[in-house]
């Protein structure tokens, strides 16, 4: 039985080396098994020609609450690949939340579904990115990853 804890230490072990999400102010909000939720404020410096936060940084966003979420087994566990919508834009500090839900689990292949929202000032949500992720476990504790 997967505990909190195990998702906890594996989200831990897993971050602390994630110098990527670091880099863009990714924090962790929640971690659970087969669960997880990232947020982040989009800097000016992460917005492309049209003043929209950079795609391809929300879907980095999206990528690391799936991270987390598959990993938090305690197994090491990477993308076989992914696929992501954009429904709407997100600009210059805008505050983003990505929570990642597991759909399936078979042996060492997962299945996940990410929804990146926009939080509004007064608390709303806007859904602007819909992301599915594909996870292959390596088969390694990730205890054993420790530095």
Request: hydrophobic share 45%; proline share 3%.
């Amino acid at each position: 039985m997967v505990n909190v804890d195990v998702a906890r230490d594996s989200a831990a072990v897993m971050l602390a080396g994630d110098a990527a999400s670091r880099s863009l102010g990714i924090a962790l909000e929640h971690v659970g098994p087969g669960t997880a939720e990232v947020s982040m404020t989009v800097r000016p410096d992460m917005t492309n020609g049209w003043d929209l936060c950079h795609g391809g940084l929300i879907a980095a966003l999206a990528d690391t609450a799936f991270a987390v979420a598959c990993n938090s087994y305690g197994e090491v566990t990477v993308a076989a690949g992914f696929d992501i919508t954009f429904l709407e834009p997100a600009r210059s500090g805008d505050r983003l939340r990505a929570q990642a839900v597991e759909r399936a689990r078979r042996g060492r292949s997962g299945l996940y579904d990410v929804t990146v929202v926009r939080i509004a000032d007064q608390g709303d949500e806007v859904v602007i990115a819909e992301f599915r992720g594909r996870s292959r476990s390596l088969g390694r504790p990730i205890a054993e990853q420790r530095p």
